[in-house]
């Protein structure tokens, strides 16, 4: 199916031919190598995140809630005092692995993906 060129007549009632994303990918990878500075839709290989940036951020968000799941327990009321409030693992180690977790979101997010040849950008 070609696609209609700006010098060719369109009818306002039709409807625009259907493009696949592999037609478009063309269109825009020959408009990139004649030098034409219009916006196309990047490719795949030009996203801001890669499936690793995805796959860290996931790890974090795990750390994240696992912090604040450890950081859960009973408190203690007037009738009786629960010493567990006071807990290594409440106190020292949950707050630590979600402050890891939210340092390792900061880093998935920032870090840059890789291009097809194993360069960073």
């Known amino acids: 199916m070609a696609i209609p060129t700006k010098k060719q007549a369109t009818n306002k009632n039709s409807i625009p031919p259907k493009i696949t994303y592999t037609q478009l990918s063309e269109i825009s990878y020959n408009k990139r190598k004649a030098g034409d ?9 030009q996203m ?9 951020m996931i790890v ?5 809630v696992l912090g604040f799941l450890l950081m859960l327990g009973g408190g203690s009321t007037p009738e009786q005092f629960n010493a567990d409030i006071f807990s290594t693992t409440r106190s020292v180690v949950a707050p630590t692995i979600t402050f890891i977790g939210f340092v390792f979101m900061g880093i998935a997010i920032i870090k840059k993906p890789k291009t097809a040849d194993g ?3």
Not at 48 to 56: A, E, K, Q, V
Not at 60 to 64: F, G
């Open 119 to 121: 360069k960073k950008e």
């Open 48 to 56: 801001p995140l890669s499936r690793n940036n995805f796959i860290m």
């Open 60 to 64: 974090a968000a795990v750390l994240i």
């Open 37 to 45: 500075s219009s916006l196309v839709k990047a490719a795949p290989e």
